[in-house]
Protein backbone atom coordinates (compact mmCIF):
# COMPACT_ATOMS: atom_id res chain seq x y z
CA UNK A 1 0.00 0.00 0.00
CA UNK A 2 2.68 2.23 1.02
CA UNK A 3 4.99 1.49 -1.97
CA UNK A 4 2.36 1.53 -4.33
CA UNK A 5 1.48 5.13 -3.33
CA UNK A 6 4.67 6.73 -3.01
CA UNK A 7 6.47 4.98 -6.01
CA UNK A 8 3.38 4.95 -8.49
CA UNK A 9 4.06 5.61 -12.30
CA UNK A 10 2.02 8.32 -12.51
CA UNK A 11 3.32 9.99 -9.18
CA UNK A 12 6.82 10.01 -10.42
CA UNK A 13 5.36 11.58 -13.49
CA UNK A 14 4.18 14.47 -11.04
CA UNK A 15 7.36 14.79 -8.87
CA UNK A 16 8.81 14.96 -12.53
CA UNK A 17 6.55 18.07 -13.32
CA UNK A 18 7.21 19.36 -10.47
CA UNK A 19 10.74 19.36 -10.48
CA UNK A 20 10.90 20.88 -13.94
CA UNK A 21 8.65 23.82 -13.27
CA UNK A 22 10.98 24.63 -10.57
CA UNK A 23 14.17 24.59 -12.20
CA UNK A 24 12.39 26.98 -14.75
CA UNK A 25 11.16 29.08 -12.06
CA UNK A 26 14.33 29.29 -9.95
CA UNK A 27 16.16 30.16 -12.89
CA UNK A 28 14.38 32.91 -13.82
CA UNK A 29 14.89 34.13 -10.23
CA UNK A 30 13.61 37.25 -8.18
CA UNK A 31 12.40 40.25 -10.27
CA UNK A 32 11.63 43.34 -9.00
CA UNK A 33 9.46 45.95 -10.67
CA UNK A 34 9.75 49.30 -9.58
CA UNK A 35 6.96 51.11 -9.62
CA UNK A 36 6.97 55.11 -8.23
CA UNK A 37 8.55 54.84 -4.61
CA UNK A 38 8.01 51.30 -4.00
CA UNK A 39 8.71 48.08 -5.88
CA UNK A 40 6.45 44.75 -7.05
CA UNK A 41 8.40 41.82 -6.59
CA UNK A 42 8.08 38.69 -8.63
CA UNK A 43 9.03 35.65 -6.82
CA UNK A 44 9.59 32.21 -8.22
CA UNK A 45 7.23 30.65 -5.79
CA UNK A 46 4.37 32.90 -8.08
CA UNK A 47 6.14 31.70 -11.58
CA UNK A 48 5.74 28.13 -10.09
CA UNK A 49 2.14 28.44 -9.48
CA UNK A 50 1.10 29.96 -12.41
CA UNK A 51 2.82 27.34 -14.31
CA UNK A 52 1.29 24.71 -12.20
CA UNK A 53 -2.32 26.45 -13.03
CA UNK A 54 -1.34 26.69 -16.58
CA UNK A 55 -0.35 22.57 -16.99
CA UNK A 56 -3.36 21.80 -14.47
CA UNK A 57 -5.95 19.76 -16.68
CA UNK A 58 -8.81 21.74 -15.86
CA UNK A 59 -7.07 24.06 -17.69
CA UNK A 60 -4.65 22.11 -20.27
CA UNK A 61 -6.97 19.21 -21.08
CA UNK A 62 -3.74 17.47 -22.28
CA UNK A 63 -2.13 17.31 -19.35
CA UNK A 64 -5.43 14.86 -17.90
CA UNK A 65 -3.79 11.74 -19.12
CA UNK A 66 -0.91 11.72 -16.49
CA UNK A 67 -2.80 14.25 -13.96
CA UNK A 68 -5.32 12.16 -13.17
CA UNK A 69 -8.14 13.10 -10.59
CA UNK A 70 -6.28 10.82 -8.00
CA UNK A 71 -2.45 12.40 -8.91
CA UNK A 72 -3.86 15.33 -8.48
CA UNK A 73 -5.43 14.26 -5.03
CA UNK A 74 -2.11 13.45 -3.88
CA UNK A 75 -0.77 16.48 -5.53
CA UNK A 76 -2.77 18.22 -2.80
CA UNK A 77 -1.33 16.26 0.14
CA UNK A 78 1.94 16.82 -1.26
CA UNK A 79 1.34 21.10 -0.78
CA UNK A 80 1.66 20.08 3.04
CA UNK A 81 4.68 18.13 3.04
CA UNK A 82 6.36 20.28 0.89
CA UNK A 83 5.86 22.98 2.99
CA UNK A 84 7.25 20.88 5.78
CA UNK A 85 11.14 21.67 5.16
CA UNK A 86 10.02 25.55 5.07
CA UNK A 87 8.65 25.46 7.99
CA UNK A 88 11.12 23.85 9.43
CA UNK A 89 13.91 26.34 7.62
CA UNK A 90 12.16 29.25 8.75
CA UNK A 91 12.62 27.83 12.67
CA UNK A 92 16.04 28.07 12.49
CA UNK A 93 15.78 31.50 11.67
CA UNK A 94 14.05 32.56 14.49
CA UNK A 95 16.79 30.58 17.16
CA UNK A 96 19.58 33.20 16.47
CA UNK A 97 17.65 36.12 16.37
CA UNK A 98 15.73 35.03 19.95
CA UNK A 99 17.24 38.42 21.57
CA UNK A 100 15.51 40.73 18.78
CA UNK A 101 12.31 38.34 19.62
CA UNK A 102 12.27 38.83 23.19
CA UNK A 103 13.00 42.67 22.69
CA UNK A 104 9.72 43.11 20.27
CA UNK A 105 7.86 40.30 22.60
CA UNK A 106 4.40 42.49 23.52
CA UNK A 107 4.47 43.07 19.68
CA UNK A 108 4.88 39.53 18.65
CA UNK A 109 2.27 38.61 21.07
CA UNK A 110 -0.08 41.97 20.59
CA UNK A 111 0.01 41.78 16.83
CA UNK A 112 -1.75 38.39 16.96
CA UNK A 113 -5.18 40.92 17.89
CA UNK A 114 -4.50 42.23 14.80
CA UNK A 115 -5.38 39.26 12.76
CA UNK A 116 -9.12 40.67 13.71
CA UNK A 117 -8.23 43.35 11.45
CA UNK A 118 -10.02 40.95 8.49
CA UNK A 119 -13.47 42.21 10.09
CA UNK A 120 -12.71 45.28 10.66
CA UNK A 121 -11.66 45.66 7.02
CA UNK A 122 -14.25 43.12 5.12
CA UNK A 123 -17.12 43.02 7.53
CA UNK A 124 -18.27 46.95 6.53
CA UNK A 125 -17.07 46.28 2.77
CA UNK A 126 -19.26 43.01 2.39
CA UNK A 127 -22.16 44.16 4.52
CA UNK A 128 -22.68 47.50 3.44
CA UNK A 129 -21.13 47.84 0.30
CA UNK A 130 -21.66 44.70 -1.19
CA UNK A 131 -25.14 43.91 0.04
CA UNK A 132 -24.00 40.14 1.06
CA UNK A 133 -26.12 38.31 3.18
CA UNK A 134 -24.94 35.46 6.01
CA UNK A 135 -22.10 34.34 3.69
CA UNK A 136 -20.18 37.14 5.20
CA UNK A 137 -19.98 35.83 8.79
CA UNK A 138 -17.57 32.70 6.93
CA UNK A 139 -16.00 35.15 4.68
CA UNK A 140 -14.28 37.65 6.82
CA UNK A 141 -14.24 36.06 10.42
CA UNK A 142 -10.26 35.10 9.89
CA UNK A 143 -8.26 34.93 6.41
CA UNK A 144 -9.96 31.15 6.03
CA UNK A 145 -7.17 28.99 5.07
CA UNK A 146 -7.75 25.44 6.46
CA UNK A 147 -8.04 25.36 10.09
CA UNK A 148 -10.51 27.89 9.75
CA UNK A 149 -12.42 26.01 7.01
CA UNK A 150 -12.80 23.23 9.63
CA UNK A 151 -13.72 25.18 11.96
CA UNK A 152 -16.99 26.85 9.31
CA UNK A 153 -17.90 23.16 8.07
CA UNK A 154 -18.13 21.66 11.60
CA UNK A 155 -20.74 25.21 12.97
CA UNK A 156 -22.82 25.36 10.22
CA UNK A 157 -21.55 22.64 7.18
CA UNK A 158 -19.71 23.70 4.20
CA UNK A 159 -23.06 23.88 2.46
CA UNK A 160 -24.61 26.76 4.22
CA UNK A 161 -24.09 30.25 3.39
CA UNK A 162 -21.63 30.93 5.94
CA UNK A 163 -19.78 28.13 4.26
CA UNK A 164 -19.79 29.17 1.07
CA UNK A 165 -18.38 32.28 2.31
CA UNK A 166 -15.37 30.55 3.50
CA UNK A 167 -14.95 28.27 0.73
CA UNK A 168 -15.24 31.72 -1.68
CA UNK A 169 -12.82 33.42 0.24
CA UNK A 170 -10.36 29.86 0.37
CA UNK A 171 -10.65 29.37 -3.24
CA UNK A 172 -9.78 33.16 -3.96
CA UNK A 173 -6.96 33.20 -1.57
CA UNK A 174 -5.78 30.32 -2.72
CA UNK A 175 -5.76 31.40 -6.16
CA UNK A 176 -4.35 35.02 -5.73
CA UNK A 177 -3.26 35.22 -1.88
CA UNK A 178 0.23 34.65 -3.00
CA UNK A 179 0.43 37.14 -5.52
CA UNK A 180 -1.43 39.66 -2.58
CA UNK A 181 1.06 38.27 -0.27
CA UNK A 182 3.89 39.71 -2.74
CA UNK A 183 2.93 42.87 -3.34
CA UNK A 184 1.20 44.43 -0.27
CA UNK A 185 4.13 44.30 1.90
CA UNK A 186 6.10 46.34 -0.45
CA UNK A 187 3.62 48.46 -1.19
CA UNK A 188 2.99 49.25 2.79
CA UNK A 189 6.66 49.25 3.38
CA UNK A 190 7.21 51.97 0.68
CA UNK A 191 4.93 54.63 2.47
CA UNK A 192 7.55 54.74 5.22
CA UNK A 193 5.34 55.06 7.82
CA UNK A 194 5.69 51.33 9.88
CA UNK A 195 9.06 49.63 11.75
CA UNK A 196 10.26 46.90 9.62
CA UNK A 197 9.73 44.90 12.69
CA UNK A 198 6.49 45.44 12.41
CA UNK A 199 5.93 44.27 8.85
CA UNK A 200 7.86 41.56 9.38
CA UNK A 201 5.98 39.89 12.07
CA UNK A 202 2.98 40.59 10.35
CA UNK A 203 3.92 37.83 7.64
CA UNK A 204 3.17 35.15 10.14
CA UNK A 205 -0.86 34.87 9.53
CA UNK A 206 -0.78 31.09 9.51
CA UNK A 207 -0.16 30.27 5.96
CA UNK A 208 3.39 28.92 4.82
CA UNK A 209 2.69 30.24 0.70
CA UNK A 210 1.67 33.54 2.41
CA UNK A 211 4.23 33.86 4.63
CA UNK A 212 6.99 32.90 1.78
CA UNK A 213 5.50 35.54 -0.55
CA UNK A 214 5.39 38.29 2.28
CA UNK A 215 9.14 38.07 3.39
CA UNK A 216 10.19 37.39 0.37
CA UNK A 217 8.82 40.57 -0.51
CA UNK A 218 10.63 42.52 2.39
CA UNK A 219 13.89 41.11 2.08
CA UNK A 220 14.05 42.06 -1.76
CA UNK A 221 13.14 45.08 -0.44
CA UNK A 222 15.21 45.50 2.47
CA UNK A 223 18.12 42.99 1.81
CA UNK A 224 20.24 43.88 4.98
CA UNK A 225 17.76 43.01 7.32
CA UNK A 226 17.10 39.52 6.42
CA UNK A 227 17.90 37.98 9.37
CA UNK A 228 16.04 39.94 11.16
CA UNK A 229 12.71 39.78 9.42
CA UNK A 230 12.82 36.21 9.01
CA UNK A 231 13.51 35.64 12.45
CA UNK A 232 10.40 37.91 13.49
CA UNK A 233 8.33 36.45 10.91
CA UNK A 234 9.00 32.45 11.75
CA UNK A 235 8.25 34.26 15.27
CA UNK A 236 4.99 34.96 14.40
CA UNK A 237 3.79 32.28 11.81
CA UNK A 238 4.24 29.67 15.25
CA UNK A 239 2.04 31.89 17.24
CA UNK A 240 -0.25 32.03 15.00
CA UNK A 241 -0.52 28.35 13.97
CA UNK A 242 -0.61 27.62 17.93
CA UNK A 243 -3.36 30.69 18.77
CA UNK A 244 -4.96 30.64 15.40
CA UNK A 245 -8.30 27.78 15.58
CA UNK A 246 -8.64 29.49 19.31
CA UNK A 247 -8.74 33.16 18.40
CA UNK A 248 -11.29 31.88 15.80
CA UNK A 249 -13.18 29.95 17.89
CA UNK A 250 -13.78 31.86 20.84
CA UNK A 251 -13.16 35.57 19.62
CA UNK A 252 -13.59 35.91 16.10
CA UNK A 253 -16.41 33.80 15.11
CA UNK A 254 -18.52 35.10 17.89
CA UNK A 255 -17.34 38.60 17.37
CA UNK A 256 -18.65 38.43 13.86
CA UNK A 257 -21.72 36.60 14.27
CA UNK A 258 -22.77 39.44 16.93
CA UNK A 259 -21.72 42.28 14.11
CA UNK A 260 -23.93 40.32 11.87
CA UNK A 261 -26.75 40.28 14.02
CA UNK A 262 -26.67 43.88 14.44
CA UNK A 263 -26.45 44.93 11.18
CA UNK A 264 -28.94 42.77 9.55
CA UNK A 265 -31.45 42.08 12.96
CA UNK A 266 -34.08 41.48 10.34
CA UNK A 267 -32.38 38.27 8.70
CA UNK A 268 -32.46 36.60 12.49
CA UNK B 1 -15.08 19.26 -15.66
CA UNK B 2 -16.48 17.14 -12.63
CA UNK B 3 -19.12 17.11 -11.03
CA UNK B 4 -19.63 21.15 -10.37
CA UNK B 5 -23.50 20.56 -8.98
CA UNK B 6 -22.06 19.79 -5.64
CA UNK B 7 -20.29 22.32 -4.92
CA UNK B 8 -18.92 21.69 -1.29
CA UNK B 9 -15.09 21.36 -0.84
CA UNK B 10 -14.25 17.75 0.66
CA UNK B 11 -11.95 19.53 2.49
CA UNK B 12 -9.11 16.84 4.12
CA UNK B 13 -9.31 17.56 8.05
CA UNK B 14 -6.00 15.72 8.06
CA UNK B 15 -5.48 13.84 11.24
CA UNK B 16 -2.44 14.33 12.26
CA UNK B 17 -2.98 10.88 14.42
CA UNK B 18 -3.62 8.76 11.80
CA UNK B 19 -0.55 9.82 9.70
CA UNK B 20 1.70 6.67 7.70
CA UNK B 21 5.06 7.95 9.37
CA UNK B 22 7.36 5.98 7.39
CA UNK B 23 5.11 7.19 3.86
CA UNK B 24 5.35 10.57 4.77
CA UNK B 25 9.24 10.46 5.56
CA UNK B 26 9.61 8.89 1.96
CA UNK B 27 7.61 11.71 0.51
CA UNK B 28 9.77 14.54 2.67
CA UNK B 29 12.53 12.80 1.07
CA UNK B 30 11.41 13.30 -2.38
CA UNK B 31 10.04 16.96 -1.58
CA UNK B 32 13.72 17.64 0.38
CA UNK B 33 15.74 16.36 -3.29
CA UNK B 34 13.43 18.90 -5.15
CA UNK B 35 14.15 21.74 -2.91
CA UNK B 36 17.59 20.70 -2.51
CA UNK B 37 17.84 21.05 -7.07
CA UNK B 38 15.81 24.46 -6.64
CA UNK B 39 18.52 25.64 -4.28
CA UNK B 40 20.99 24.86 -6.57
CA UNK B 41 19.56 26.55 -9.51
CA UNK B 42 18.49 29.69 -7.07
CA UNK B 43 21.81 29.97 -5.10
CA UNK B 44 24.71 27.63 -6.82
CA UNK B 45 24.85 25.79 -3.26
CA UNK B 46 25.59 22.26 -4.95
CA UNK B 47 24.04 18.76 -2.94
CA UNK B 48 26.90 18.13 -1.43
CA UNK B 49 27.35 21.30 0.16
CA UNK B 50 23.43 21.56 1.04
CA UNK B 51 23.01 17.94 2.56
CA UNK B 52 23.73 18.76 6.01
CA UNK B 53 21.75 21.49 6.32
CA UNK B 54 19.10 19.57 3.86
CA UNK B 55 19.09 16.64 6.56
CA UNK B 56 18.67 19.10 9.32
CA UNK B 57 15.49 20.27 7.91
CA UNK B 58 14.55 16.82 6.86
CA UNK B 59 14.77 15.52 10.63
CA UNK B 60 13.05 18.78 12.18
CA UNK B 61 10.26 17.84 9.85
CA UNK B 62 10.08 14.17 10.90
CA UNK B 63 10.57 14.84 14.55
CA UNK B 64 7.75 17.24 13.71
CA UNK B 65 5.48 14.69 12.69
CA UNK B 66 6.16 12.26 15.02
CA UNK B 67 5.58 14.76 17.63
CA UNK B 68 2.40 15.90 16.67
CA UNK B 69 1.51 11.40 16.25
CA UNK B 70 1.95 10.68 19.83
CA UNK B 71 1.67 14.16 22.04
CA UNK B 72 -1.30 14.26 23.09
CA UNK B 73 -1.85 18.09 22.76
CA UNK B 74 -3.58 20.21 20.08
CA UNK B 75 -0.61 21.44 18.07
CA UNK B 76 -0.42 20.96 14.93
CA UNK B 77 2.82 18.93 13.45
CA UNK B 78 4.21 22.38 11.42
CA UNK B 79 3.95 24.24 15.44
CA UNK B 80 6.08 20.98 16.49
CA UNK B 81 8.55 21.37 13.62
CA UNK B 82 9.30 25.03 14.07
CA UNK B 83 9.48 24.69 17.67
CA UNK B 84 12.79 22.29 16.98
CA UNK B 85 14.25 24.29 14.30
CA UNK B 86 14.05 26.84 16.91
CA UNK B 87 15.72 25.38 19.87
CA UNK B 88 18.73 23.73 18.00
CA UNK B 89 19.25 26.97 16.56
CA UNK B 90 19.25 29.11 20.17
CA UNK B 91 22.30 30.75 20.41
CA UNK B 92 23.72 28.58 23.89
CA UNK B 93 22.41 25.21 22.84
CA UNK B 94 25.24 22.90 21.78
CA UNK B 95 25.98 22.59 18.11
CA UNK B 96 23.43 25.26 17.38
CA UNK B 97 26.18 27.30 15.63
CA UNK B 98 26.94 24.68 13.46
CA UNK B 99 23.31 24.25 12.24
CA UNK B 100 22.82 27.91 11.97
CA UNK B 101 25.91 27.68 9.36
CA UNK B 102 24.56 25.09 7.78
CA UNK B 103 20.84 25.44 7.29
CA UNK B 104 22.08 29.40 6.17
CA UNK B 105 23.24 27.57 3.18
CA UNK B 106 19.84 26.98 2.05
CA UNK B 107 17.53 29.30 0.12
CA UNK B 108 14.43 29.97 2.21
CA UNK B 109 12.39 30.69 -0.79
CA UNK B 110 13.58 28.03 -2.74
CA UNK B 111 11.92 25.84 -0.36
CA UNK B 112 8.65 27.17 -1.00
CA UNK B 113 8.69 26.78 -4.82
CA UNK B 114 7.94 22.91 -4.86
CA UNK B 115 5.13 23.67 -2.56
CA UNK B 116 3.24 26.07 -4.51
CA UNK B 117 3.97 23.88 -7.87
CA UNK B 118 2.21 20.89 -6.41
CA UNK B 119 -0.55 23.48 -5.36
CA UNK B 120 -0.89 25.20 -9.23
CA UNK B 121 -1.31 21.06 -10.32
CA UNK B 122 -3.80 20.40 -6.89
CA UNK B 123 -6.74 23.08 -8.00
CA UNK B 124 -9.26 21.03 -8.87
CA UNK B 125 -12.34 21.34 -10.91
CA UNK B 126 -14.18 22.25 -7.74
CA UNK B 127 -12.49 24.73 -6.72
CA UNK B 128 -11.85 27.17 -9.95
CA UNK B 129 -15.46 26.22 -10.57
CA UNK B 130 -16.31 27.87 -6.27
CA UNK B 131 -13.85 30.86 -7.49
CA UNK B 132 -16.15 31.73 -10.47
CA UNK B 133 -18.74 30.93 -9.11
CA UNK B 134 -18.36 33.24 -5.74
CA UNK B 135 -17.94 36.01 -8.44
CA UNK B 136 -16.22 39.47 -8.13
CA UNK B 137 -17.77 40.11 -4.55
CA UNK B 138 -16.03 37.07 -3.24
CA UNK B 139 -12.64 37.86 -4.98
CA UNK B 140 -12.80 41.79 -3.48
CA UNK B 141 -13.82 40.58 0.63
CA UNK B 142 -11.12 38.16 0.03
CA UNK B 143 -8.58 40.64 -0.96
CA UNK B 144 -9.95 43.15 2.20
CA UNK B 145 -9.64 39.87 4.20
CA UNK B 146 -6.00 39.80 3.29
CA UNK B 147 -5.22 43.22 3.71
CA UNK B 148 -7.07 43.31 6.90
CA UNK B 149 -4.98 40.64 8.43
CA UNK B 150 -1.63 42.38 7.37
CA UNK B 151 -2.47 45.70 8.15
CA UNK B 152 -3.99 45.12 11.09
CA UNK B 153 -1.22 43.44 12.67
CA UNK B 154 1.13 45.75 11.05
CA UNK B 155 -0.92 49.08 12.63
CA UNK B 156 -0.77 46.79 16.62
CA UNK B 157 2.59 45.89 16.29
CA UNK B 158 3.94 49.34 15.35
CA UNK B 159 2.06 51.25 17.89
CA UNK B 160 3.54 48.55 20.32
CA UNK B 161 7.05 48.58 19.51
CA UNK B 162 7.18 52.65 20.07
CA UNK B 163 5.45 52.44 23.09
CA UNK B 164 8.06 49.98 24.65
CA UNK B 165 10.77 51.43 22.74
Same mark, same amino acid.
Given at each position: ???? !? ?29 ? &? ?14 ? +?? @? ?9 ? !? ?24 ? &?? =?? &? ?25 ? @? ?50 ? =? ?28 ? +?? +? ?7 ? /???? =? ?19 ? /? ?21 ? @???ELY | MANVENLTLE?? #????? *?????? #? ?17 ? #?? %? ?18 ? $? ?38 ? *???? $???? #? ?18 ? *???? *?? %?? %?????? $? ?18
Amino acid at each position: MSHS !RALGADKLALHGIVLAIVVIAEAIGVLRIPI &GIAAVVLLPMLYAFAM +GI @AINPNITRATA !RVLTPNVQKFAGAMITIAITPFVAKF &GT =TV &GPQIEAIIEAGPALILQEIGNLGTIVV @AFPVAVYLLGMGRETVGAVYSIDREPNLALIAEKYGLDSPEGAGVMGVYATG =TLIGTFIFAIMPTLIHGMGVFDIRALAMSC +GV +GSGSMLAAC /TGAL =TTAVPDQTDLILGLAGASNVL /TYATGLYVGLFIALPLTQWLYRK @ARPELY | MANVENLTLEIE #TIDER *KVNIGE #TAALLLVACAIGTMANYVA #TG %VGALEAFPGMAILFLCSVAG $LIMARFVPLALPSVAWVSLFAIVITIPGVPGSAWVVEQAG *KINF $LSLA #TPALAYGGLALSAKEFAIAR *KSGW *KI %VI %VAICVM $LGTYLGSVVIADLTLRVFS
